[in-house]
Structures are given as C-alpha cells and as structure tokens.
C-alpha cells in the first residue's frame, strides 16, 4: 500500500508526464525535451548547422538544409529523422544513442498533430501526402505502354494569342506517342500515331518553361512560373489529365527542373542559381545546393537516381549526391553557357550543349571531358540522348544535327524557320525539333521530314 502511494505522489509531481490523449503543444512538452537533448549544440550564439532549436520559429525556419519540422507525417520532418536514427540524417544527439522511445513518440505526437504552438494554440493544417514513388526495378521499359488521354474539352479561359509562341519547353514520351509543347500558362499535347491535337492543359503558375516525362512515361511535369516573382512544378496524370501535385516554393521563374526515376522527388532551379530538391509526398524541401555563379539553366537526374547533374550561364556543370546534394563535383570544359545537359540511358555519359557551338561529353565517374566537337554554328541551345547512344542537337544556326558520340554527323535536318531551339527523341525515337517560331517537325533518323506541328494563333 505503501509503494502504491509513492508511485502515485511521484505522478503528480512529475512535470512532463502527459496524457495518452492530450495534443503535444511546443512550449509545454517539445521545448524542454530541446532544451535537454539538443540546445547545447543549437542555441543562440551556438547554431550547429544554423539550426536554433530554442523556438518554434526558428526550429520551423531550420538551418543550412532548410525547415526542420514539418506538419505532417513525422517521418518527413528532418528533425525528426535525425533524432530517430532514420534516413540520411546526421544522428541526433551525435554520437549518443537513439532517443528513448517515449520522447520520440511526444515529437511524432506533436509533427502529427499539426505543431500546436501551445496548450491554446491551433494546429496546423498538415499536408496531403502523394504517393507516387515507384520501384528501381522498373526504371526500364514498361512491359505495356503507358495509357494516355486521348482528348482534352476545349479551354473557356485559354489564353488569348495574337503571334506564335517560340517552342521553350518541349518533351515526348518515352514509351507512348505523345508529345508536350510549352506555352503561355497551358501546355498542348499531341498524338503522334496520327498528329492529332489531344488539347491543352492549364498551367495556373504561369508560362511553361520546362517539360519532362517521368522515365515510366505516366507523368508529366510541368515547370515554369513567373519571372522575379514565383516558380511551381506541376506533376499531371497522363491517364487522365489530372493534376497530382504542385511542388516548389522558388522565387523565381523555374527554368530547370526534374522528376527523380523512383518519383520521389523533384529538382528545380533557376535565376536563383539555387538548387532546390523537394519530396514529391508532401512538397517538403529536403536540401539546396548553392554552387553556381549564374542562371542555372538545365538540370537532370542520373537514369538510376543516385547523381543530380546542373548546369549554368557562366559554364558550371556540377554533379551531386541525389538523396542529400552532398559531394557535389565540378566538371571542368565548359567555356561558354550551358544551355542543355542530358545524360545517356545507362548514366555512364553526361553530354552538355554549349553556348559557344561545343556539344560536350564527359565521363561522370572521372569527372573528365571525354570528347568535344563543334556542333552549331552561333551556339548549341539543346542536345538529347537516344536509347541507343546518338545524340541529337539544335542550335541557332536553324538545324538540327544527329551524332554519334565520337562526334562524327549521321544526318542534318534543315528545314527550321528559325534556331532549333529544343530538341528530343520521340518514343519511336525519331528526332524531334521545336523552333524559336511555334513549330514542332518530326523527322526520321536518316532525315525524312513526317510532319509538322505549326503553333496556333488564336484570335
């Protein structure tokens, strides 16, 4: 009896007991677990990491990676992966055992139950969670090909067009016959089994400055924004059309931008020489890297998804560690502006298109520059890599080129109005050209034209 009722005076007087049910709020039960495990090494005046744990906004705002806590699943907030021994995190406290069970379940409580500031607080809204992660194993060729939609209503609040639109952003599929053209807040969609228009889709973020099929050719992202002010990616459904998911908070128009092969997670960059990689299942930022010294232009997951490639105005091509932007490795070459990276099926050769006319290839394991040759005169805007390892490119000279990888020419295609300013291989891998007037032409490897997609003026 007597044990019973010490138990008893022990729980009243003990501070930081809580009830099952009761909601984790910051000041009563997260604070002091802070204070306890982690301010030595993150407070004022002592920001390990720039991380400053002593109040909720500065542990939300988080340090050199970004936000720290996240409302929402727990497992997606960095603090709390570091404190539970999960992921790629550094483990938190360093070089300690994991945190005991009780006060990683009051952290998870309270990420979960919308980061309430206080007992009187409110929640936050947590945020939707999009699971579209694939597994590695099926990064290849589907066994069916992808389904599509086959037509799109037209749009009442299409944009109103009084002179074609250069081809900015263009993308095909690589499994299905289908291709994405960007333009003003809407991008078209083709069929190439017979040309037909399918219609467009809206792009609320502003104009289209990226198009990317992922690698199993089931979703589209669609990146763009508006200039000086903010930049989205847009992940849709091909199947049906619809949108998934918008990700990104940049604050500038996205002129790069990537879906990883697992679609896990989307890469964006621009104006902001910033590099941004966010979670595509709740739009969390989960590193940046900050390395280049102009506009990043072009940027490109490995086919495996372990390297992230970046290229920018002042001839920066850098190559880093996908999951966490560490080991970033510059390739030395480049003398002029990048304007377009792409790398070959295997991930064993990353080429560069080039300002100054160099189409570039380089050994990403060596970090060398393996091969160089004169592709354009006035400049390289765009180059692609084919299944099979040719290489296409277009430029300002109004052509675009096919290449082995020795640099040696297979076929010129001529027939542009103006500079091939993007080009890529089709599903059937045929060459594709979007030029600086509104049009898209389709040739065959040994340089027959099959059609042209002429850009629509509206009146």
Partial sequence: MRLVATLFILVLLCPTSVRADEPRNFEDHILPLLREHCANCHRPGKTRGGLDVTTMEKLEKGGSAGPSVISGLAENSPLFRAISHIGNEEAMPPEQDKLPPHILAAFKGWIEGGLKPNATGRARETRAVVQLTVDSASFGAPSTPPVFIRSLPPRADAPHLVRALPVMALAANPWAP???????????????SDGHRIGSLPFAAGEVRVLRFSRNGQVLLVGGGRPTSSGKVELVELKTGNSLAMVGEDFDVVLAA???????????????????????????????????ADFITSLEFSPDGKHLASADRAGGIFITDATNGENPRLLAGATDAVNQLAWRSDARSLAAACGDGQALLYDPVSSRLVAKWAAHEGGCLSIAYGREGSLLTGGHDAKASLWEESGKQISQFKNCDTAAFRVVFTSAQNPLVGDWSGDVREWTPEGKEVRVLSARVRN
């Fill in 178 to 192: 289908i291709i994405a053209v960007g333009g003003q807040d809407e991008t078209v969609l083709h069929d190439l």
């Fill in 258 to 292: 990537d879906l990883s092969p697992d679609q896990s997670l989307v890469a964006t960059a621009g104006p902001e020489k910033l590099v941004r990689v966010y979670r595509v299942a709740d739009g969390a930022l989960v590193w940046t890297m900050k390395k280049h």
